[in-house]
């Protein structure tokens, strides 16, 4: 079926929308139409525009975390308002799959595609599915599975996340270090951040990396933090402050250990760089998907689990004292035992939506 068409709803976190992203581009590179759907004004548009991918907004909200009535009815506005668009756009580009990455976004889509009799899949990359993905569950088609989860989920296969196409790259460890004007026989830290609510992490690592002097660390802050961050470390010359990166595959490929949250994007791709790791679960997660997200490699013995705290310093000051050169080997070869595999994800994942 050369034209095959797809639509694919991805939520604005980079945890909903870069599987879709990867998936919209493996489909396409087979000559698969794709559409997406995106909500109103997301930053994701931009990336979208970039590879040249076709896209439609919706203006939906989330649903009031509040009591406050004016915010419910103003959801359930926008909400019924997407549903008509929705099957407007459905109508217009006659879709023969609709796929959910998760977000608000998606549930419009898969409703008023499963109404019509379009197949319909669900990917959810968390080891606690978020509200979305459980309401749609009750009624897609197949439901794609990013991490092993703690209950029976139907039409349900373990595909694991799709990564971007730069994480199967190779990558040259000096000419990334020289370039940073680090040493690349010195035992370096990836630290990311990320721009939202990482207040305490950034703290944390700021005390850590003073004491710490036989470690290089890159620090990843996020735009939000880069100017405070990089007063913190002036007088500290075995940091790099970076307030993005376009090449966070290398910096994962090179590094020998990262402190970072616990999304399940960072986890797909900490996997697939073997890359050992202290995780510390943004604390504020929905229902602490990001400290079950973290137990999947912990539990294997390829990550460790440091949980947001005011000691949070000391802790991790702690345990970089004890990540030897022969425990990052052995955290390293215990990603073998991981249960999922992302290197392979995106092909399995455009092979199963074919296939519908």
Known sequence: MENTRFMIASGGTGGHFYPGLALGLALRELGKEVLFVVRKNEPSIRVLTEHQLSYKEIDLCGLPRSVNPVRHLSF??????????????????????????????????????????????VHDSNSRLGLVNRVCGHFTTLFMLGLPVNKKIKNSVLVSTPLRPEFLANVNKEEIFNKLGLSP??????VVGGSQGAKGLNEAVVQLAHKASAWQFIHITGTKWFETLKESYKDCPNVRVLDYSHEIYALMKTCDLTICRSGAGTVAELIACRLPAVLVPFPHATEDHQYYNAKVIADCGAAEIIRENPALAEQLYSSLLSKTPEELTRMRGAYQHVPVDPIHATEKITQLLIKL
């Open 76 to 121: 359930l506005k926008k909400l019924s308002t997407s549903l008509f668009h929705t099957r407007r756009l459905i109508n217009d580009f006659n879709p023969d799959v609709a796929l959910g990455t998760g977000g608000y976004i998606s549930f419009p889509l898969l409703l008023c595609a499963r109404l019509k009799g379009i197949k319909t899949a």
């Open 185 to 190: 026989s010195v035992p370096t830290v990836l």
